[in-house]
């Protein structure tokens, strides 16, 4: 059951392949949308600029069908007469056809919007198969389509009857009518009723965005095995990239316990933590953190550290404090200034005692360290004696 789910397409489609398929020209469209614009500003600039379409094509008419009998039989005058008769009608045509050129081009950014793709151009060879082509004739789409289909036959019909029948006397008495004045009353007529119907297809093309777009999202649906495909591919395999982040944690760890021999103290909780501290006057303005861990970690630091033989301090308290509140190759926090500076005095007076004898320096005791960087401190801790040294 869960692989039958798994292959189902119930997840919507992401933004990867929202932009693969525009890549390949697939967007949603309406052709009922854009039929109706293109129609609708149609019968609209008729409207506008009918009387100077008809002013024009009745003076390009007269001009050429008036000429004498003498220009009849010159074939140089026919034919500069068409020539000159065809760009009148273009040029009477030109904002027309601007108007028509400019909607059918821009109605496509209402859904959609432009999309310039080579690869809707590519010939596709399964569109070419007789089986396919007679499922596509039983298939959804296709239903939808001639419901649509039926749907504007049957309002386009209905909205022209009663276009017509609204106007039927006014058709009736065009006969009797003077030429000129019944002209202008069947332009009207035409304009009125063909920006009526069109009207009409509003309605279609209202209905048709919204189920395109649907159609459109069921269509690029995806199932859970896809997604979970696709997110490998985009964010890489997981295996992978835990196997890349531990040669990561492992490659940060080496380059951590390189650093341990050059500590001039670790310092432990005893066995819970471990931090190395290293500390120049020249160059550093505050000690700095070089390695630190908790538990099998913290032990390798002490056994490198008692390996190279980096003073080891057992302090609690200042270890889980500098643990909880530092980073790798970062200061301590400022508040341990103090504490930490007990320490390193110790280490460095030990390294002169050993060195050039003297008086052995006493181990510190009671360190300085702020109760609120502790993380132990709501809890009840035993008071930190005098720490324990190992060399």
């Not at 495909?229 to 390189?258: F, L």
Request: charged letters at 25%; glycine letters at 6%; one cysteine or more.
């Amino acid at each position: 059951m869960a692989e039958d789910s798994d292959l189902e397409k119930t997840e919507p489609a992401s933004p990867k392949r929202l932009e693969k398929a525009r890549e390949e020209g697939d967007v949603p469209r309406s052709k009922e949308l854009a039929t109706c614009s293109v129609l609708f500003a149609t019968g609209l600039t008729l409207w506008m600029l009918g009387g100077n379409l008809s002013d024009s094509l009745k003076t390009n008419m007269t001009s050429g069908l008036s000429f004498g009998r003498e220009a009849a039989f010159d074939p140089v005058f026919l034919l500069m007469k068409v020539s000159s008769s065809i760009l009148s009608v273009l040029m009477a045509f030109t904002p027309l056809a601007i108007v028509i050129i400019l909607v059918a081009v821009g109605s496509p950014i209402i859904i959609g919007g432009w999309v310039i793709s080579g690869k809707a151009l590519m010939p596709k060879f399964g569109r070419m198969n007789p089986l396919q082509g007679i499922s596509n004739l039983f298939s959804k789409q296709s239903l939808v389509e001639l419901l649509k289909s039926i749907a504007k036959t049957v309002l386009v019909g209905i909205v022209a009857w009663v276009v017509v029948s609204g106007d039927i006397g006014t058709i009736l008495g065009l006969s009797s009518r003077p030429i000129e004045s019944g002209i202008s009353e069947v332009t009207h007529i035409l304009i009125i009723g063909f920006l009526t119907i069109v009207s009409a297809l509003v309605v279609i093309a209202a209905i048709d965005v919204p189920y395109q777009l649907y159609h459109y999202a069921e269509k690029l649906k995806m199932t859970k095995e896809e997604v979970r495909q696709e997110s490998k591919e985009s964010d890489g395999n997981p295996e992978i990239k835990g196997r890349i982040r531990q040669q990561q944690r492992e490659m940060a760890r080496r380059r951590m316990m390189a650093e341990i021999p050059k500590a001039d103290v670790v310092i432990t909780n005893p066995t819970h933590y471990a931090v190395a501290i290293k500390y120049k006057e020249d160059g550093m303005r505050a000690p700095v953190v070089v390695a630190k861990g908790a538990d099998a970690v913290a032990l390798k630091i002490r056994e490198i550290a008692n390996e190279n033989n980096v003073t080891t301090l057992e302090a609690p308290k200042l270890a889980r404090a500098l643990f909880a509140h530092t980073e790798l190759g970062s200061e301590i926090p400022q508040a341990l200034y103090s504490a930490v500076a007990e320490v390193l005095a110790y280490v460095f007076q030990m390294r002169m005692y050993k060195k050039e004898g003297g008086y052995e320096p006493k181990m510190p005791s009671a360190l300085p360290v702020p109760e609120e960087l502790d993380p132990h401190s709501l809890l009840p801790v035993k008071p930190v004696e005098d720490a324990e040294v190992f060399v």
